[in-house]
């Protein structure tokens, strides 16, 4: 189980990689269950307005939920600029 969590994990830094300003983010905490990223740089969206944290979630969660990982998932908020992206069974 260990080698598909690391693998998820993969994905989602190079998914923040990609999709960051400048690939601006720290991975502050990953253990087995938990991945933390702090101070992320959201880009701008499509229409040129500032993403929120919550829509910035649902994105990564789009990607997820995506061929070929197909990773269900839950978006949750907390505060202003926190989301937390629960990776699992519902």
């Known amino acids: 189980m260990k080698k598909k969590i690391l693998c998820i994990?993969?994905?989602i830094q190079d998914w923040m990689q990609q999709n960051t300003v400048k690939g601006q983010?720290?991975?502050t905490d990953a253990t087995?269950?938990?991945?933390q990223f702090e101070q992320v740089r959201i880009p701008i969206n499509s229409n040129g307005?500032?993403?929120d944290a919550r829509s910035f979630g649902v994105e990564l969660q789009k990607h997820l939920n995506a061929n070929p990982f197909n990773v269900p998932s839950k978006v949750m908020?907390?505060?202003l600029g926190e989301v937390i992206l629960v990776l699992g069974e519902q």
């Not at 087995?32 to 991945?35: I, K, R």
């Open 9 to 11: 994990l993969d994905q």
């Open 25 to 27: 983010f720290n991975l």
């Open 32 to 35: 087995e269950n938990v991945a």
């Open 49 to 51: 307005r500032a993403m």
């Open 77 to 79: 908020t907390r505060g």
